[in-house]
């Protein structure tokens, strides 16, 4: 079945160290890739996207993602994590472009001062 | 500008009832989408429109129901209401189908 994964449910990290999180497809062909942070009670604001061209894909926050076709894996990274970034992360695709987007489950972030 | 407003914020309503929720689009985006976010889980695809006309549906009931007007607004009617249809309705708009799309913040549903 067509699907979006990230296997991190909930993930601690110290303050100022890197992040990294994960997020792999199961599809036939490259999707359009996403990733949004939500805040408690919030909606979705988008990190940065991957459409096509170079695979390493800056964002806002200072968030970067790799696309990494092989692998069929778009991870999300942080170098220094800020106490600001603690928020549930979601990694989405969107096939042929047509506006649905899937979702994952999410990867809480916590962060410890 | 402001962005993808929603209404109401939150809403409590009791089995069998009806509920609409409404949303407006960013100024300029004609694509809107609604989405539902059961409390732990990612959101799920409901609906799409773009120009007024349905162009997706995702795995819902008929109890589901949606539809865009000329402003590009959007209402999301859901009937019969169930337990497991309190979550977070999220409406998304885009400028047009298939590019990124923005996010409200969306109307809390709880039944019971």
């Known amino acids: 079945a067509q699907s979006v994964t990230q296997p991190d449910i909930h993930i601690t990290v110290s303050e100022g160290a890197s992040l990294e999180l994960r997020c792999n497809y199961s599809?036939?062909?490259?999707?359009?890739l996403f990733w949004y942070v939500q805040s408690p009670g919030q909606g979705l604001q988008l990190l940065l996207k991957?459409?096509?061209?170079?695979?390493l894909v800056q964002g806002i926050k200072g968030f970067e993602a790799e696309f990494k076709r092989s692998q069929s894996s778009f991870n999300l990274r942080k170098p220094s994590v800020h106490w600001s970034d603690a928020a549930e992360y979601f990694c989405?695709?969107?096939?042929?472009?047509?506006?649905?987007?899937?979702f994952g489950k999410g990867t809480k972030l916590s962060v410890k001062p | 500008d402001a962005g993808v407003t929603q209404s109401p914020t939150h809403l409590i309503k009791t089995r069998g009832q009806q509920v609409t929720l409404r949303c407006s689009p960013i100024?300029?985006?004609?694509?809107v989408s609604w989405y539902q976010q059961v409390l732990g889980q990612g959101p799920q695809f409901i609906f799409q429109?773009?120009?007024?006309?349905?162009?997706g549906r995702g795995n819902f009931p008929d109890r589901f129901s949606a539809r865009q007007f000329p402003n590009y607004s959007s209402e999301l009617n859901v009937n019969a209401l169930l337990l497991g249809d309190s979550a977070l309705y999220l409406c998304?708009?885009?400028?047009?189908?298939?590019?990124?799309?923005?996010f409200g913040p969306g109307t809390r549903l709880t039944v019971l």
């Open positions: 998304a708009s885009s400028p047009v189908s298939g590019n990124e799309q923005f």
């Open positions: 599809y036939g062909a490259t999707p359009y």
């Open positions: 991957y459409f096509s061209g170079d695979t």
């Open positions: 989405a695709v969107d096939l042929w472009s047509q506006g649905n987007l899937i």
């Open positions: 100024s300029g985006h004609k694509s």
């Open positions: 429109y773009y120009e007024k006309e349905e162009r």
